[in-house]
């Protein structure tokens, strides 16, 4: 039987088993949540009415996110993780054959969900050194007048960032509904979370997965415009966020200064590794470019790089290699005081890997 041509050589989700003592392949926050969080969810669990289903609107937790950002309350819609947000904007703006753009390398799962409901994707190739030819965006979102345009920024895969004013050059300049994922921008400090009522075409997506260390919960949140919100939330599924994330999630943002702190605290390892990276760097010239990193991870640009995945496999540290690129996630200071080891080892005793 056939069931559907499009999804018949679709493939989960890759993640990696196995055992690894050190882990800096999924981009999650190194620290976990304190004893005083930790008490608070203990508490919550008691409080939560099993047996009903949670608030369709999740309006308490959609508030505290408000609160934290500075953001009103009814522009924000809650999700099941950014993600599962992705595949809600994808049907809710996209009809079959529409056009939409995805710039690569970029996160992947917006194409899959693009693909899942039958649009069709537009796909833009980054330069060598992966910068965004925005006028080039721009007029190719016009010529093919694409419906729908989603890139994160600061970027996962490269750990780039797209200042603010290119940005909102891109939003004035398309007629596209632009989804801007700002999975990662609490690491850096070019957020247009603050002017998504000014734009008819944005959506901004923000998680708790990654600054707000709790990739566990699934949580993910939609800033939009008024009629924007008014769609993500009728055509979202009513009970996608269940109670205990609500519940977390709403105590997560109440504790401001222990999400400032972290946030900090995984700015500051992210510029110690980079700049161990960049002495490194100087100490085996030619062997690999380190990226200005805007995440809390860190790009390594070197062909050696499919060898180093392995080589930093068999040392018991798992990161992420796309094509030529190792993405480094900041870990803890031991952490990344083993992956700096491991690669001054690795360059040190192979010479085949130096060039
Ligand atoms: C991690 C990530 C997400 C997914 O976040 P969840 O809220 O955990 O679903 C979305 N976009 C980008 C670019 C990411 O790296």
């Not at 957020?191 to 923000?206: G, H, K, M, Q, V």
């Not at 605290?265 to 590794?273: D, F, P, S, V």
């Amino acid at each position: 039987m056939q069931y559907n041509h499009k999804t018949e050589n679709f493939l989960p989700y890759k993640t990696v088993e196995g055992d690894y003592p050190v882990r800096l392949d999924a981009n999650e926050s190194f620290l976990e949540p304190n004893a005083r969080i930790l008490q608070k969810l203990e508490d919550i669990v008691k409080t939560v009415p099993f047996n009903r289903y949670p608030d369709a609107k999740a309006s308490e937790v959609c508030k505290a996110f408000a609160d934290y950002y500075g953001v009103p309350a009814e522009n924000v819609t809650a999700g099941n993780g950014s993600d599962e947000l992705i595949f809600v904007i994808m049907s809710a703006f996209l009809e079959k054959w529409d056009r939409f753009i995805t710039l690569s390398p970029d996160f992947s799962m917006y194409s899959l969900y693009g693909k899942l409901v039958e649009g069709r994707e537009i796909n833009l190739r980054k330069d060598a050194q992966f910068q965004v030819d925005v006028d080039a965006l721009i007029a190719t979102a016009k010529q093919l007048e694409a419906k729908l345009l989603i890139f994160s920024n600061p970027c996962n895969p490269t750990s780039l960032g797209l200042e603010r004013e290119a940005v909102r050059r891109i939003l004035r300049k398309v007629d596209a509904l632009v989804v801007l994922d700002e999975a990662y921008m609490d690491f850096w400090d070019q957020s247009l979370l603050t002017e998504f009522a000014d734009y008819e075409n944005l959506i901004i997506l923000r998680t708790c997965s990654k600054a707000l260390g709790m990739a566990a919960i699934r949580l993910g949140f939609a800033v939009a415009n008024t009629k924007i919100t008014k769609i993500l939330r009728a055509a979202k599924s009513p009970y996608n966020v269940n109670a205990l994330t609500q519940a977390v999630g709403k105590a997560l943002f109440a504790d401001k200064v222990f999400l400032r702190e972290n946030t900090l605290r995984l700015i500051q390892a992210r510029e110690m590794l980079y700049a161990s990276l960049l002495d490194l760097q100087d100490r085996f010239p030619g062997c690999f470019t380190v990226l200005r990193p805007r995440t809390n991870f860190v790009v390594l640009q070197t062909p050696a790089a499919p060898v180093l995945f392995e080589c930093l496999k068999d040392e018991g540290i798992l990161v992420r290699q796309i094509n030529n690129t190792l993405r480094i996630t900041v870990g803890s200071a031991q952490e990344n005081q083993q992956l700096m080891d491991a690669l001054k080892k690795i360059w040190t005793t192979r010479e085949a890997l130096a060039r």
